[in-house]
Nanobody
């Protein structure tokens, strides 16, 4: 059974940093591209960042480029999202997701498995 479990969310002031993690189990981790997507109250789920199976390729939404960094540790079946220079508009539930795609999907429909989500709140 595939499980993706996020951790590390919380409350941070604007301008601060936070790192969220996602550990996968029940999968052959290196067969999946991994992504972070987020959903703010009243809004659709949106792409944040993705990393290829090997970790050699990454993709970011324009809104987070230069501030967020996605990485993966295939030995630990874990991905990370380092978030710096956080803004109140980054406030959302953040979801880890796994995709069988060779590429790094931006469309939420391109992901096969999802974590339960973790809340990130940035205060102004």
């Amino acid at each position: 059974q595939v499980q993706l479990v996020e951790s590390g969310g919380g409350l941070v002031q604007a301008g601060g940093s936070l790192r969220v993690s996602c550990e996968a189990s029940g999968v052959t981790f290196t067969r999946y591209a991994m992504g972070w997507l987020r959903q703010a109250p009243g809004k659709n789920r949106e792409f944040v960042a993705a990393v290829s199976r090997s970790g050699g390729s990454t993709d970011y939404a324009d809104s987070v480029k230069g501030r967020f960094t996605i990485s993966r540790d295939n030995a630990k079946n874990t991905i990370y999202l380092q978030m710096n220079s956080l803004k109140p508009e980054d406030t959302a539930d953040y979801y880890c997701a796994a995709s069988t795609s060779i590429a790094t999907p931006r469309n939420p429909g391109g992901y096969n498995y999802w974590g339960q989500g973790i809340q990130v709140t940035v205060s102004s």
